[in-house]
């Protein structure tokens, strides 16, 4: 049964810093890999997906790797802004191509 | 990009009761929709997929009597609580797939049982 971490839990940071969040899965027969990202009482939206071939993808300050051996994959926010505050979901999507396992998120606070 | 809706956004019902959840593919067409739950700072659970037409498939744990799954066509899933408990309050979450499975998400649905 595939599981999916995410390190760390919570992150308060201060604006302009550079950050990593962690995804860690336990099965690396992965589909792809997808980030969300989700605001207080709202849905998820859908920040980079990675499929199993590719080794990063990138759009605006974010950048997203995989590393699928390991079962490690890295959120990269550059140039952190206090609208970037949200939990950070990390998903994979098995190798069926339907069923999406989800971490249970990095809560992001960047303080003006 | 895909829209997904959800309806209501925010629900309070009473104990005892059945409340009854949609979810919408605005423009596209949905063969496969999916019902999730999330607890508090948590992870987002799966309870069930429904593929249009057939019965959902639930997930170990989850009673199909209780949360009652239809997908009466390509745009339109919904899901009935039924016997509203407290432990029931939670944040309902779908995602609609296309030919492409990648699934595209609502806003949510808040119960709240009283």
């Known amino acids: 049964k595939q599981e999916v971490t995410q390190i760390p839990a919570a992150l308060s940071v201060p604006e302009g810093e550079n950050l990593v969040l962690n995804c860690s899965f336990t099965?690396?027969?992965?589909?792809?890999l997808q980030w969300f990202r989700q605001d207080p009482g709202k849905g998820l939206t859908s920040l980079l997906l990675?499929?199993?071939?590719?080794r990063e993808q990138t759009s605006g300050r974010l950048n997203a790797s995989l590393d699928k051996s390991s079962g490690r994959s890295t959120l990269y926010i550059a140039a952190s802004q206090p609208g970037d505050s949200a939990t950070y979901l990390c998903?994979?999507?098995?190798?069926?191509?339907?069923?999406?396992?989800f971490g249970e998120g990095t809560q992001l606070t960047v303080n003006p | 990009g895909a829209v997904v809706s959800q309806h209501p956004s925010r629900v309070i019902c009473k104990s005892g009761t059945s409340v009854k959840i949609e979810c919408r593919s605005l423009?596209?067409?949905?063969?496969?929709m999916f019902w999730y739950r999330q607890f508090p700072k948590k992870s987002l659970m799966l309870m069930a997929t429904?593929?249009?037409?057939?019965?959902?498939?639930?997930e170990q744990g989850v009673e199909k009597d209780k949360f009652l799954i239809n997908h009466a066509s390509l745009t339109l899933s919904t899901l009935t609580v039924t016997s509203a408990h407290p432990e029931d309050s939670s944040f309902y979450i779908c995602?609609?797939?296309?030919?492409?499975?990648?699934?595209?998400f609502g806003p949510g649905t808040r119960l709240t049982v009283t």
């Open positions: 423009d596209f067409q949905a063969t496969t």
């Open positions: 998903a994979v999507k098995d190798t069926s191509g339907s069923r999406l396992t």
């Open positions: 995602s609609a797939a296309g030919t492409n499975y990648e699934q595209y």
């Open positions: 990675i499929q199993s071939s590719q």
């Open positions: 099965d690396s027969a992965i589909y792809n």
């Open positions: 429904s593929n249009e037409g057939s019965k959902a498939t639930y």
